[in-house]
Protein backbone atom coordinates (compact mmCIF):
# COMPACT_ATOMS: atom_id res chain seq x y z
CA UNK A 1 0.00 0.00 0.00
CA UNK A 2 1.33 3.18 -0.82
CA UNK A 3 0.23 6.55 0.91
CA UNK A 4 1.66 10.09 0.35
CA UNK A 5 1.29 10.52 4.15
CA UNK A 6 4.07 7.81 4.52
CA UNK A 7 7.09 9.15 3.93
CA UNK A 8 9.17 9.57 7.02
CA UNK A 9 10.69 13.14 7.67
CA UNK A 10 14.16 11.52 7.20
CA UNK A 11 12.74 11.62 3.27
CA UNK A 12 11.28 15.37 3.60
CA UNK A 13 7.75 13.78 4.05
CA UNK A 14 5.48 16.73 4.88
CA UNK A 15 8.93 19.20 5.55
CA UNK A 16 9.11 21.81 2.53
CA UNK A 17 12.28 22.96 2.82
CA UNK A 18 13.26 25.56 -0.20
CA UNK A 19 16.99 27.01 -0.11
CA UNK A 20 17.43 30.00 -2.87
CA UNK A 21 14.85 32.71 -3.39
CA UNK A 22 15.55 36.52 -4.23
CA UNK A 23 14.00 39.75 -3.25
CA UNK A 24 14.46 43.27 -3.74
CA UNK A 25 18.09 43.16 -1.84
CA UNK A 26 18.39 42.03 -5.13
CA UNK A 27 16.75 41.02 -8.43
CA UNK A 28 13.73 39.59 -7.16
CA UNK A 29 10.52 41.84 -7.12
CA UNK A 30 9.29 40.37 -3.60
CA UNK A 31 10.68 42.72 -0.64
CA UNK A 32 12.65 40.49 2.06
CA UNK A 33 8.85 40.74 4.05
CA UNK A 34 6.83 39.72 0.93
CA UNK A 35 9.00 37.00 0.09
CA UNK A 36 8.65 35.13 3.80
CA UNK A 37 5.05 35.77 4.02
CA UNK A 38 4.72 34.16 0.28
CA UNK A 39 6.81 31.33 1.45
CA UNK A 40 4.51 30.15 4.08
CA UNK A 41 1.64 31.22 2.24
CA UNK A 42 3.36 28.67 -0.41
CA UNK A 43 3.24 25.98 2.23
CA UNK A 44 7.05 25.52 2.90
CA UNK A 45 8.32 25.15 6.08
CA UNK A 46 12.23 26.47 5.57
CA UNK A 47 12.91 29.25 3.41
CA UNK A 48 16.16 30.48 2.42
CA UNK A 49 16.85 34.11 1.61
CA UNK A 50 19.46 34.39 -0.73
CA UNK A 51 19.94 37.46 -2.71
CA UNK A 52 22.99 37.96 -5.47
CA UNK A 53 26.17 39.61 -3.34
CA UNK A 54 24.43 40.78 -0.17
CA UNK A 55 22.97 40.23 3.28
CA UNK A 56 21.16 43.79 2.61
CA UNK A 57 17.86 41.47 3.13
CA UNK A 58 18.15 39.65 6.43
CA UNK A 59 17.26 41.83 8.98
CA UNK A 60 13.82 42.70 6.78
CA UNK A 61 13.29 38.97 6.18
CA UNK A 62 13.88 37.86 10.12
CA UNK A 63 11.57 40.81 11.52
CA UNK A 64 8.66 39.27 9.69
CA UNK A 65 9.05 35.86 9.52
CA UNK A 66 5.63 34.50 10.13
CA UNK A 67 4.78 31.65 12.23
CA UNK A 68 5.64 28.54 11.28
CA UNK A 69 8.54 29.57 8.95
CA UNK A 70 12.41 28.91 10.03
CA UNK A 71 14.76 31.04 7.64
CA UNK A 72 17.91 30.38 6.92
CA UNK A 73 20.16 33.15 6.15
CA UNK A 74 22.16 33.33 3.16
CA UNK A 75 23.50 34.43 -0.04
CA UNK A 76 23.95 34.03 -3.82
CA UNK A 77 27.98 34.54 -4.58
CA UNK A 78 28.67 35.89 -8.02
CA UNK A 79 31.97 33.46 -8.69
CA UNK A 80 34.20 32.99 -11.66
CA UNK A 81 36.62 30.08 -12.47
CA UNK A 82 40.06 31.13 -13.80
CA UNK A 83 41.38 28.04 -14.43
CA UNK A 84 39.95 28.22 -17.95
CA UNK A 85 39.98 31.08 -21.06
CA UNK A 86 37.86 32.29 -21.42
CA UNK A 87 37.11 31.82 -17.84
CA UNK A 88 33.44 30.53 -16.70
CA UNK A 89 31.00 32.26 -14.25
CA UNK A 90 29.49 30.46 -11.82
CA UNK A 91 27.16 31.04 -8.32
CA UNK A 92 27.91 30.02 -5.22
CA UNK A 93 25.06 29.59 -2.68
CA UNK A 94 26.36 30.77 0.94
CA UNK A 95 24.34 29.80 4.18
CA UNK A 96 24.55 30.93 7.60
CA UNK A 97 27.90 32.58 7.53
CA UNK A 98 28.67 35.42 9.61
CA UNK A 99 28.00 38.76 7.62
CA UNK A 100 30.33 40.69 9.38
CA UNK A 101 33.27 38.39 8.10
CA UNK A 102 35.54 40.93 7.56
CA UNK A 103 37.10 39.41 4.07
CA UNK A 104 34.16 37.38 3.06
CA UNK A 105 31.96 40.88 3.49
CA UNK A 106 34.88 43.04 1.60
CA UNK A 107 34.62 40.66 -1.35
CA UNK A 108 30.50 41.08 -1.69
CA UNK A 109 31.14 44.71 -1.42
CA UNK A 110 33.80 44.78 -4.14
CA UNK A 111 31.50 42.70 -6.55
CA UNK A 112 28.71 44.85 -5.68
CA UNK A 113 30.61 47.66 -6.94
CA UNK A 114 31.83 45.78 -9.65
CA UNK A 115 28.01 44.58 -10.48
CA UNK A 116 27.32 49.06 -10.80
CA UNK A 117 30.69 49.37 -13.21
CA UNK A 118 29.59 47.01 -15.10
CA UNK A 119 25.97 47.47 -15.56
CA UNK A 120 26.37 50.79 -16.68
CA UNK A 121 29.03 50.07 -19.55
CA UNK A 122 26.07 47.34 -20.68
CA UNK A 123 23.58 50.88 -20.75
CA UNK A 124 26.56 52.54 -22.66
CA UNK A 125 26.74 49.70 -25.31
CA UNK A 126 22.85 49.98 -25.50
CA UNK A 127 22.68 53.80 -25.84
CA UNK A 128 25.39 54.06 -28.59
CA UNK A 129 23.31 51.74 -30.35
CA UNK A 130 20.74 54.04 -30.29
CA UNK A 131 18.57 52.40 -27.16
CA UNK A 132 17.16 55.27 -24.84
CA UNK A 133 17.93 53.47 -21.35
CA UNK A 134 19.02 54.99 -18.50
CA UNK A 135 21.48 54.31 -15.87
CA UNK A 136 20.29 56.69 -13.13
CA UNK A 137 16.78 55.24 -13.76
CA UNK A 138 17.85 51.21 -13.88
CA UNK A 139 19.69 52.20 -10.46
CA UNK A 140 17.01 54.22 -8.84
CA UNK A 141 14.29 51.33 -10.20
CA UNK A 142 16.86 48.74 -8.21
CA UNK A 143 16.64 50.93 -5.33
CA UNK A 144 19.67 50.29 -3.16
CA UNK A 145 19.33 46.28 -3.90
CA UNK A 146 22.20 44.44 -5.89
CA UNK A 147 21.62 45.27 -9.36
CA UNK A 148 22.01 42.59 -11.91
CA UNK A 149 20.68 42.68 -15.63
CA UNK A 150 17.25 41.91 -14.81
CA UNK A 151 17.24 45.61 -14.04
CA UNK A 152 18.56 46.12 -17.09
CA UNK A 153 15.46 43.92 -18.79
CA UNK A 154 12.70 46.15 -16.81
CA UNK A 155 14.46 49.18 -18.60
CA UNK A 156 14.26 47.38 -21.67
CA UNK A 157 10.55 46.20 -21.41
CA UNK A 158 9.78 49.86 -20.40
CA UNK A 159 11.30 51.10 -23.65
CA UNK A 160 9.40 48.81 -25.23
CA UNK A 161 11.81 46.60 -26.88
CA UNK A 162 11.50 43.36 -25.13
CA UNK A 163 7.96 42.00 -23.89
CA UNK A 164 9.32 39.72 -21.26
CA UNK A 165 12.21 39.20 -18.89
CA UNK A 166 12.94 35.98 -20.78
CA UNK A 167 13.57 37.88 -24.10
CA UNK A 168 15.79 40.36 -22.53
CA UNK A 169 17.84 37.56 -21.83
CA UNK A 170 18.30 36.40 -25.89
CA UNK A 171 21.50 36.92 -27.54
CA UNK A 172 20.34 39.42 -29.31
CA UNK A 173 19.53 41.14 -25.83
CA UNK A 174 21.41 40.97 -22.59
CA UNK A 175 22.26 36.93 -23.06
CA UNK A 176 25.19 38.06 -25.51
CA UNK A 177 25.39 41.17 -27.81
CA UNK A 178 24.91 43.11 -24.35
CA UNK A 179 26.05 40.82 -21.91
CA UNK A 180 29.58 41.92 -20.12
CA UNK A 181 31.70 39.76 -17.47
CA UNK A 182 31.71 41.13 -14.23
CA UNK A 183 34.55 41.06 -11.95
CA UNK A 184 33.33 38.03 -9.94
CA UNK A 185 34.92 36.38 -6.75
CA UNK A 186 37.23 33.54 -7.71
CA UNK A 187 35.63 30.14 -6.90
CA UNK A 188 38.21 28.56 -4.62
CA UNK A 189 38.41 32.07 -3.16
CA UNK A 190 34.70 32.09 -2.30
CA UNK A 191 34.54 28.66 -0.90
CA UNK A 192 37.46 29.07 1.19
CA UNK A 193 35.80 32.22 2.61
CA UNK A 194 32.22 31.09 2.76
CA UNK A 195 33.70 28.61 5.24
CA UNK A 196 36.21 30.60 6.65
CA UNK A 197 32.97 32.87 8.23
CA UNK A 198 31.29 29.67 9.09
CA UNK A 199 29.18 29.56 6.45
CA UNK A 200 28.44 26.58 3.95
CA UNK A 201 28.87 26.57 -0.14
CA UNK A 202 26.61 24.88 -1.96
CA UNK A 203 27.22 25.61 -6.01
CA UNK A 204 24.04 27.23 -7.13
CA UNK A 205 22.56 25.30 -10.70
CA UNK A 206 25.57 23.53 -11.73
CA UNK A 207 24.33 22.24 -14.89
CA UNK A 208 22.53 25.00 -16.21
CA UNK A 209 23.94 24.86 -19.59
CA UNK A 210 21.06 27.42 -21.31
CA UNK A 211 22.59 30.13 -19.28
CA UNK A 212 26.18 29.87 -20.73
CA UNK A 213 29.01 27.36 -20.31
CA UNK A 214 29.28 25.01 -17.21
CA UNK A 215 32.23 23.96 -15.73
CA UNK A 216 33.59 20.60 -15.96
CA UNK A 217 32.92 17.84 -12.85
CA UNK A 218 36.66 17.86 -12.44
CA UNK A 219 36.27 21.73 -11.20
CA UNK A 220 33.27 20.36 -9.01
CA UNK A 221 35.79 17.35 -7.66
CA UNK A 222 38.51 20.26 -6.81
CA UNK A 223 36.42 22.69 -5.36
CA UNK A 224 34.92 19.33 -3.22
CA UNK A 225 38.23 18.66 -2.08
CA UNK A 226 38.44 23.01 -1.06
CA UNK A 227 35.77 22.82 0.83
CA UNK A 228 31.96 22.78 -1.07
CA UNK A 229 29.51 21.10 0.82
CA UNK A 230 26.90 20.29 -1.86
CA UNK A 231 25.32 20.66 -4.82
CA UNK A 232 21.73 22.28 -6.02
CA UNK A 233 20.69 18.97 -8.35
CA UNK A 234 16.74 20.49 -8.27
CA UNK A 235 16.60 23.35 -10.37
CA UNK A 236 14.17 24.51 -13.33
CA UNK A 237 17.41 25.16 -15.48
CA UNK A 238 18.30 21.03 -15.12
CA UNK A 239 17.12 18.89 -17.44
CA UNK A 240 15.92 16.06 -15.32
CA UNK A 241 19.20 13.95 -16.42
CA UNK A 242 21.13 16.76 -15.44
CA UNK A 243 19.56 16.46 -11.73
CA UNK A 244 20.57 12.73 -12.18
CA UNK A 245 24.04 13.08 -13.37
CA UNK A 246 24.32 16.10 -10.08
CA UNK A 247 23.04 13.94 -8.14
CA UNK A 248 25.40 10.96 -8.72
CA UNK A 249 28.42 13.26 -8.90
CA UNK A 250 27.37 14.62 -5.65
CA UNK A 251 27.17 10.73 -4.10
CA UNK A 252 30.47 9.98 -5.74
CA UNK A 253 31.93 13.04 -3.77
CA UNK A 254 30.32 13.13 -0.38
CA UNK A 255 28.51 16.02 -0.76
CA UNK A 256 24.80 16.92 0.25
CA UNK A 257 21.80 17.83 -2.40
CA UNK A 258 19.56 20.45 -2.41
CA UNK A 259 16.60 21.50 -4.61
CA UNK A 260 15.26 25.39 -4.92
CA UNK A 261 13.16 27.16 -6.44
CA UNK A 262 15.48 30.06 -6.83
CA UNK A 263 12.61 32.48 -6.99
CA UNK A 264 12.87 35.77 -8.27
CA UNK A 265 9.21 36.82 -7.95
CA UNK A 266 7.67 38.29 -11.29
CA UNK A 267 11.29 38.08 -13.23
CA UNK A 268 11.22 34.77 -13.66
CA UNK A 269 8.17 31.96 -13.79
CA UNK A 270 9.13 29.80 -11.15
CA UNK A 271 6.78 29.67 -7.96
CA UNK A 272 8.16 29.50 -4.69
CA UNK A 273 8.58 26.00 -3.27
CA UNK A 274 8.60 24.26 -6.97
CA UNK A 275 11.52 22.62 -6.37
CA UNK A 276 12.57 21.81 -2.74
CA UNK A 277 15.48 19.98 -0.40
CA UNK A 278 14.99 16.84 1.90
CA UNK A 279 14.85 17.45 5.60
CA UNK A 280 18.70 15.34 5.95
CA UNK A 281 20.52 17.55 3.75
CA UNK A 282 18.63 20.48 5.34
CA UNK A 283 20.46 19.28 8.58
CA UNK A 284 23.51 18.69 7.39
CA UNK A 285 23.63 22.48 6.20
CA UNK A 286 22.71 23.19 9.66
CA UNK A 287 25.24 21.06 11.41
CA UNK A 288 27.76 22.17 9.15
CA UNK A 289 27.45 25.62 10.26
CA UNK A 290 29.14 28.01 12.71
CA UNK A 291 28.19 31.12 11.38
CA UNK A 292 25.00 32.66 11.85
CA UNK A 293 21.84 30.25 13.39
CA UNK A 294 18.92 29.51 11.73
CA UNK A 295 16.00 31.77 13.17
CA UNK A 296 13.13 29.69 14.04
CA UNK A 297 9.55 30.33 14.93
CA UNK A 298 8.69 33.32 16.20
CA UNK A 299 5.74 32.20 17.81
P1 LIG B 1 23.63 39.13 -13.60
O1 LIG B 1 23.72 38.60 -12.19
O2 LIG B 1 23.54 40.59 -13.65
O3 LIG B 1 24.67 38.54 -14.52
O4 LIG B 1 22.24 38.58 -14.14
C1 LIG B 1 21.96 37.22 -14.01
C2 LIG B 1 20.57 37.08 -13.44
O5 LIG B 1 19.66 37.22 -14.49
C3 LIG B 1 20.28 35.71 -12.86
O6 LIG B 1 20.53 35.67 -11.49
C4 LIG B 1 18.82 35.54 -13.10
O7 LIG B 1 18.11 36.16 -12.07
C5 LIG B 1 18.55 36.34 -14.34
N1 LIG B 1 18.43 35.54 -15.56
C6 LIG B 1 19.41 34.89 -16.21
N2 LIG B 1 18.94 34.29 -17.32
C7 LIG B 1 17.62 34.56 -17.34
C8 LIG B 1 16.55 34.24 -18.22
N3 LIG B 1 16.76 33.49 -19.31
N4 LIG B 1 15.32 34.70 -17.93
C9 LIG B 1 15.10 35.45 -16.84
N5 LIG B 1 16.06 35.79 -15.98
C10 LIG B 1 17.29 35.36 -16.23
FE1 LIG C 1 19.12 36.43 -10.17
FE1 LIG D 1 22.05 31.75 -9.80
ZN1 LIG E 1 19.58 32.61 -7.70
Do not use: N
Amino acid sequence: MTSRQSGSAEHGGGVRIDLHAHSTASDGTYSPEQLVRSAREAGLDVLAITDHDTTGGWERAAAARPPGLTLVRGAELSCRWYGTEPSIPLHLLGYLFDPAAPELAAELTRVRAAREVRGERIVELLRADGVDVDWAEIRAAAAGGTVGRPHIAQALIRAGLVATTAEAFTPRWLGERYRLPKDDIDVFRAVRLVRQAGGVPVMAHPRASRRGRIVPDSLIVELAAAGLAGLEADHEDHFPAEREHVRALAGELGLLVTGSSDFHGAHKTVRLGAYTTGVEAYRRIVAASSGVGVLTDPA
